[in-house]
């Protein structure tokens, strides 16, 4: 199939088109914007900004891909987003580009972002994230692989979101969540370790058992946080590599450990 451009839409000159891809009536795509093979952008949707997108996204009714940063610190230029394939976004989604114009925000490949979810200015996100609408990343917020961010949370600039970590529906979160944790809350705890998720995407039992495990020692103990980290760096978890990367995120956090 040839690339196929509505006649009602707008394509400004110097955008780039791969193959088959499909942009339907009244959208709008900016002199920047690079769009991968088999992208389809669908009605009133707009892709604008220094924006380069892999192959196959899914651009919904509404949603803007580019969109320049809130941030108040904006001096000009053309920040940038790159977006790898098959991503989802959909009515009325926002995806910003980031605030320098060396600088970009970068999304991976295979999330779903659902309707009126927000990334903001220079986020990195990795690959299977599923964030349910109303939701939102502020600024500067690192997230794993494999997360699930629930309907209408709110993530705090420059929190980090652990890989398999999933933040729930209504959490208001200002401190970093370890991989494999569930946080709950305004303001955000986490409660327990995403079990479901790790048995979705085929972590063994002793694997599970051992963020259980990792969880108690920090979350459940009588130690601090220092006492608990050294104890598990020196415990019978010393050679387990889910314990391993939680203790390393953990040793890495700015912001404190919700």
């Known amino acids: 199939m040839a690339t196929q451009i509505h006649s009602q839409a707008i394509v400004e000159k110097g955008a780039e088109l791969g193959e088959n891809v499909v942009i339907e009536a009244f959208c709008y795509i900016g002199s920047n914007a690079s769009i991968g093979d088999g ?43 790159r977006v790898g394939d ?19 925000t970068e999304i991976g490949s295979d999330n779903v972002f659902l309707a009126y979810s927000h990334v903001a200015h220079d986020c990195i996100v990795g690959d299977h ?46 401190q970093d969540v370890p991989p494999f944790m569930l946080a709950d809350g305004a303001p955000a705890e986490v409660r327990s370790i995403n079990k479901v998720g790790m048995e979705r995407t085929g972590f063994s039992s002793e694997e599970i058992e051992a ?41 890495q956090s700015d912001r404190g450990l919700a």
């Not at 963020?211 to 010393?238: C, F, H, I, P």
């Open 211 to 251: 963020a259980r495990a990792t969880y108690k020692a920090l979350y459940r103990s009588e130690l601090n946080r220092q006492q608990a980290l050294a104890e598990l760096e020196n415990g019978n978890l010393a050679n387990s590599s889910i314990a391993g990367e939680i203790i390393s995120f953990a040793r």
């Open 39 to 81: 992208c389809r952008v669908r009605h009133h949707a707009t892709v604008e900004g220094d924006v380069v997108l892999g192959k196959e996204n899914d651009i919904h009714p509404y949603a803007l891909v580019g969109g320049m940063t809130h941030d108040l610190k904006y001096q000009g230029g053309q920040p940038k987003l």
């Open 86 to 104: 098959r991503n989802v976004f959909r009515e009325y989604v926002t995806a910003h580009v980031a605030t320098n114009p060396e600088d970009a």
């Open 129 to 174: 994230l599923v964030m349910s609408s109303h939701s939102a990343l502020g600024g500067h917020v690192v997230v794993g692989d494999h997360v699930n961010i629930g309907w209408n949370a709110g993530v705090h600039q420059f929190c980090r979101l652990g890989r398999q970590s999933m933040v729930a529906a209504c959490a208001k979160l200002v």
